[in-house]
């Protein structure tokens, strides 16, 4: 696993750029930056660096394309400006690339593409071979087609799941911002001044409420999904970090170790099987746990008992993906319940050995084993 120290050491590096570098703020695209971009990549792929590029955009290039007045706020009217636009992000993309004589590949995803076993290894297969072939296979989510329970959702999310299919070292995401402050650069004042995080060793409640839940009108997240998509990404071994895509030559320097954005450090790396897991972002259902609870899950990796749980949301049959909650509301944890929702509202708070005697039957000791479930934080 790397830190920032020997980012250098990097073979395989994952970068995703958002809506907001690559377009103007009325939304039309950037060239001038993006061909900085291409530059900068082919660059680092002739030092012998395997490079994938995640991008946005697509839906943003469509409404200029239309002429529409406004991002759609339906999926048929997102999913038709994408089809527009994507085609033409491509084709501005291959052009660019070919000017410094690297081939790229379009490659749209869904999350079946990640979840299921036979998708995650075919994906894993032919993202491994493109870069074998010394080919930048760009990336984004099949808004065409996807429907709500087939997506990602956001593409720092996608760009994270990709960079653990591959076994990347490092995810760079790009954006409007210098990396994760301490606090609002918009709230400055003159005597209180936002402070740049320059490393996160621990994705902890603070770091997550620092990122609120800013979104940008020509993209689909803020800082947010970054920091959701740092929890994937450092949980599945990849040091990720964010960084202005405003700045030419912030990839190189970034790679280089120069101290720019915010770095989050890795976490010892994942199973296939469990990486699945916490690529699951449409779960089913949420359980609440007590803090002793927590602290057993979290920090003494037990399986989740009956004895520590205090509530449950949501509807979910035995076998589904459900979310973990601390009392904050915090998502500790994913894991594949061996209960559903009814019987584990009634369970809840009870001894192991009560749980037959209450829904007259115990198939398991645990609500969910340890060997099924996933930390998130």
């Known amino acids: ?152 959702g956001d593409n720092d999310t996608l760009s994270a799941i990709v960079a653990s299919i591959v076994d990347a070292q490092v995810l760079v995401i790009l954006t409007d911002v210098q990396g994760l402050y301490d606090k609002n650069p918009a709230d400055d004042t003159e005597f ?28 689909t997240g803020g800082m947010y999904t970054k920091i959701q998509a740092a929890k994937i990404a450092v949980n599945s071994g990849v040091t990720m970090v964010i960084a202005s895509g405003g700045n030419p030559g912030n990839i190189k320097e970034v790679l280089l170790g120069k101290e720019i954005g915010t770095v989050f450090a890795p ?16 779960t089913e259902g949420k359980i609440i746990v007590d803090k002793g609870c927590e602290k057993a899950i979290v920090h003494s990796g037990s ?3 009956a004895k520590g749980i205090t509530g449950v949301e949501g509807a979910f049959e035995q076998g589904d993906v459900i979310k973990i909650i601390s009392q904050e509301g915090r998502e500790l944890a994913r894991g594949i319940c061996n209960y559903n929702s009814d019987d584990v509202d009634r369970i809840k708070g009870v001894h192991t050995d009560e749980i037959a005697n209450i829904i007259g039957t115990k198939q398991y000791n645990e609500v969910i084993h340890r060997d099924n479930l996933v930390l998130i934080v």
Do not use: C, W
């Not at 010394?134 to 989510?141: G, L, Q, S």
């Open 267 to 282: 976490k010892k790396n994942l199973t296939d099987r469990k990486k699945r897991l916490i690529y699951e972002s449409k």
């Open 192 to 219: 209180d001044k936002a402070t740049l995080i320059s490393k996160v060793d621990d994705i902890t409640l603070d770091i997550e409420m620092l990122a609120g839940s800013n979104r940008d009108t020509r993209g």
């Open 303 to 305: 399986s989740l008992l």
């Open 1 to 152: 696993m790397l830190i920032r120290e020997n980012l250098a050491n990097a073979k395989r590096i994952v970068v995703k750029v958002g809506t907001s570098t690559l377009t103007y703020t009325d939304g039309k695209l950037n060239i001038e930056r993006i061909e900085k971009l291409v530059q900068e990549l082919a660059d680092i792929a002739k030092d012998g660096k395997e490079i994938i590029l995640v991008t946005s955009g697509a839906v943003s290039v469509g409404v200029e394309k239309l002429g529409l007045k406004e991002r759609p706020k339906t999926i048929p009217e997102k999913q038709a400006a994408a089809a527009v636009g994507q085609g033409i992000l491509m084709h501005i993309y291959e052009k660019l690339f070919d000017e410094y004589e690297q081939i790229v590949a379009q490659v749209l995803l869904t999350k079946a593409d990640s979840v299921s076993s036979k998708g995650y290894i075919n994906s894993r297969n032919a993202l491994l071979t493109l870069l074998n072939q010394k080919v930048i296979p760009i990336i984004n989510e099949n808004d065409v087609i996807s429907i709500d329970e087939l997506k990602i």
